[in-house]
Nanobody, 124 residues
Framework: QVTLIPSGGGLVQAGGSLSLSCAASVGTFSTYNLGWFRQAPGKERAFVAA???????NYAESVEGRFTISTDNAKKTVYLQMNSLIPEDTAVYYC??????????????????WGQGTQVTVSS
């Protein structure tokens, strides 16, 4: 059983920064694809960023250049650094993990394990 525990998030003004963390209780952390997704009110859960177990990294076009995903294998933690935040970034953010194929690592269908969401609110 995999457990993902997120932290971070909160309220920030537009142009500000926030950092999200997600600690994973897994066996071999480096064998997992890790992703961040977000869900705004009335919208479907959408891809934000992901890092595959073979070190591929992908970002949604809307966050490219502003967000950075990273991992710390020793701490079994995946991070999402969010800079230059805009009101459209307001959503509940979810971390996800899966030990399956890398071909779906940017797709929510590729993830079996999900953390509880954490709210990010960007005021204008």
């Amino acid at each position: 059983q995999v457990t993902l525990i997120p932290s971070g998030g909160g309220l920030v003004q537009a142009g500000g920064s926030l950092s999200l963390s997600c600690a994973a209780s897994v066996g071999t952390f480096s064998t997992y694809n890790l992703g961040w997704f977000r869900q705004a009110p009335g919208k479907e859960r959408a891809f934000v960023a992901a890092i595959s177990r073979n070190h591929g990294i992908n970002y949604a076009e809307s966050v490219e250049g502003r967000f950075t995903i990273s991992t710390d294998n020793a701490k079994k933690t995946v991070y999402l650094q969010m800079n230059s935040l805009i009101p459209e970034d307001t959503a509940v953010y979810y971390c996800a993990a899966d030990a399956g194929s890398v071909y779906l690592y940017s797709d929510r269908r590729g993830y079996m394990y999900w953390g509880q969401g954490t709210q990010v609110t960007v005021s204008s």
